[in-house]
Protein backbone atom coordinates (compact mmCIF):
# COMPACT_ATOMS: atom_id res chain seq x y z
CA UNK A 1 0.00 0.00 0.00
CA UNK A 2 1.33 3.21 -0.88
CA UNK A 3 2.37 5.69 1.30
CA UNK A 4 -0.24 8.97 1.44
CA UNK A 5 0.79 12.26 2.40
CA UNK A 6 -1.60 14.62 4.02
CA UNK A 7 -2.07 18.41 2.77
CA UNK A 8 -4.22 20.85 3.95
CA UNK A 9 -5.98 20.95 0.49
CA UNK A 10 -7.24 17.29 1.02
CA UNK A 11 -9.43 18.55 3.99
CA UNK A 12 -10.40 21.63 2.07
CA UNK A 13 -11.92 19.16 -0.72
CA UNK A 14 -13.21 16.85 2.10
CA UNK A 15 -14.74 20.08 3.85
CA UNK A 16 -16.38 20.93 -0.14
CA UNK A 17 -17.47 17.24 -0.23
CA UNK A 18 -19.10 17.27 2.31
CA UNK A 19 -21.07 20.86 2.06
CA UNK A 20 -22.32 19.97 -1.51
CA UNK A 21 -23.60 16.38 0.15
CA UNK A 22 -25.28 18.26 3.04
CA UNK A 23 -26.68 21.19 0.68
CA UNK A 24 -27.96 18.09 -1.37
CA UNK A 25 -29.70 16.42 1.40
CA UNK A 26 -31.30 19.66 2.20
CA UNK A 27 -32.75 20.30 -1.08
CA UNK A 28 -34.13 16.50 -1.29
CA UNK A 29 -35.54 17.47 2.09
CA UNK A 30 -37.11 20.84 1.39
CA UNK A 31 -39.07 19.64 -1.37
CA UNK A 32 -40.78 16.81 1.19
CA UNK A 33 -41.66 19.01 3.73
CA UNK A 34 -45.36 20.43 3.76
CA UNK A 35 -44.71 23.28 5.44
CA UNK A 36 -43.34 26.41 3.61
CA UNK A 37 -42.61 28.54 6.52
CA UNK A 38 -42.20 28.79 10.32
CA UNK A 39 -43.76 31.62 12.13
CA UNK A 40 -41.60 32.71 15.46
CA UNK A 41 -42.14 32.65 18.64
CA UNK A 42 -42.15 33.26 22.25
CA UNK A 43 -42.75 30.85 25.00
CA UNK A 44 -43.46 32.33 28.53
CA UNK A 45 -44.16 30.80 31.63
CA UNK A 46 -45.47 31.91 34.92
CA UNK A 47 -46.53 31.25 38.18
CA UNK A 48 -50.04 30.37 36.41
CA UNK A 49 -49.78 29.38 33.28
CA UNK A 50 -47.26 28.67 30.12
CA UNK A 51 -47.88 31.33 27.45
CA UNK A 52 -46.99 30.49 23.38
CA UNK A 53 -47.00 33.85 21.36
CA UNK A 54 -46.29 33.57 17.81
CA UNK A 55 -46.57 36.54 14.96
CA UNK A 56 -48.72 35.66 12.51
CA UNK A 57 -49.20 39.13 10.84
CA UNK A 58 -51.26 39.25 7.63
CA UNK A 59 -52.30 35.66 8.49
CA UNK A 60 -56.99 35.69 8.83
CA UNK A 61 -58.37 34.00 11.67
CA UNK A 62 -59.69 31.02 9.80
CA UNK A 63 -56.30 30.26 8.33
CA UNK A 64 -55.09 29.29 12.06
CA UNK A 65 -55.72 25.68 13.90
CA UNK A 66 -54.62 25.01 17.24
CA UNK A 67 -54.90 21.64 18.11
CA UNK A 68 -53.63 19.00 21.80
CA UNK A 69 -52.35 15.92 19.58
CA UNK A 70 -51.02 13.56 22.29
CA UNK A 71 -48.50 15.57 24.07
CA UNK A 72 -48.10 18.26 21.52
CA UNK A 73 -49.50 21.52 21.00
CA UNK A 74 -49.79 22.23 17.35
CA UNK A 75 -50.82 25.52 15.75
CA UNK A 76 -50.75 25.32 11.39
CA UNK A 77 -52.21 27.57 9.12
CA UNK A 78 -51.84 29.33 5.82
CA UNK A 79 -50.90 33.04 4.81
CA UNK A 80 -52.09 33.54 1.92
CA UNK A 81 -50.28 35.85 -1.08
CA UNK A 82 -52.34 38.35 -2.57
CA UNK A 83 -50.84 40.27 -5.61
CA UNK A 84 -51.60 43.58 -5.64
CA UNK A 85 -48.40 45.56 -7.64
CA UNK A 86 -51.42 47.04 -10.51
CA UNK A 87 -48.71 46.85 -12.96
CA UNK A 88 -45.86 47.17 -11.13
CA UNK A 89 -43.46 44.76 -10.34
CA UNK A 90 -41.64 43.18 -7.40
CA UNK A 91 -38.28 44.65 -6.29
CA UNK A 92 -38.13 42.31 -3.19
CA UNK A 93 -40.51 40.08 -1.54
CA UNK A 94 -39.06 38.97 2.09
CA UNK A 95 -42.38 37.47 3.56
CA UNK A 96 -43.29 34.34 4.12
CA UNK A 97 -46.59 32.78 2.52
CA UNK A 98 -48.03 29.44 2.03
CA UNK A 99 -48.58 26.92 4.83
CA UNK A 100 -46.99 26.87 8.29
CA UNK A 101 -46.63 24.72 11.29
CA UNK A 102 -45.26 24.70 14.86
CA UNK A 103 -45.30 22.39 17.56
CA UNK A 104 -44.51 22.62 21.13
CA UNK A 105 -44.08 19.82 23.24
CA UNK A 106 -46.52 20.06 26.54
CA UNK A 107 -45.00 20.26 29.76
CA UNK A 108 -46.90 18.31 32.90
CA UNK A 109 -49.42 19.93 34.41
CA UNK A 110 -51.14 21.82 31.99
CA UNK A 111 -54.73 21.90 32.01
CA UNK A 112 -55.93 20.93 28.89
CA UNK A 113 -59.77 21.73 28.90
CA UNK A 114 -58.83 25.57 30.25
CA UNK A 115 -56.26 26.31 26.88
CA UNK A 116 -57.02 29.64 25.18
CA UNK A 117 -56.07 30.89 22.29
CA UNK A 118 -56.06 34.44 20.92
CA UNK A 119 -55.64 36.18 17.67
CA UNK A 120 -55.27 40.18 17.78
CA UNK A 121 -53.03 42.61 15.94
CA UNK A 122 -50.91 39.93 14.10
CA UNK A 123 -49.82 37.84 17.28
CA UNK A 124 -51.37 34.58 18.31
CA UNK A 125 -51.46 34.08 21.68
CA UNK A 126 -52.16 30.96 23.50
CA UNK A 127 -52.30 30.31 26.86
CA UNK A 128 -51.79 27.10 28.67
CA UNK A 129 -53.13 27.18 32.34
CA UNK A 130 -51.41 25.10 35.17
CA UNK A 131 -53.31 22.80 37.27
CA UNK A 132 -53.77 23.77 40.60
CA UNK A 133 -51.78 21.63 43.06
CA UNK A 134 -54.95 19.97 45.06
CA UNK A 135 -54.99 21.24 48.55
CA UNK A 136 -54.01 18.62 51.24
CA UNK A 137 -55.70 20.43 54.22
CA UNK A 138 -59.11 21.94 54.19
CA UNK A 139 -62.04 21.89 56.57
CA UNK A 140 -64.95 20.33 55.72
CA UNK A 141 -68.40 21.98 56.60
CA UNK A 142 -70.69 19.74 58.69
CA UNK A 143 -74.77 19.88 57.58
Not at 64 to 80: D, P
Request: proline letters at 5%; hydrophobic letters at 45%; glycine letters at 8%.
Amino acid sequence: MAKLHWTPWMALAEIGNEAGRMMEEAAAGARDCAYAWQPVADVVETEAEFRVTLELAGVAREDVAVEIQGRELLIQGSRRFEKDVRGGLYQMLERSYGPFARSFALPKGVSRTEITAVLKDGLLVVCLPKMRPERLHRRIPIS
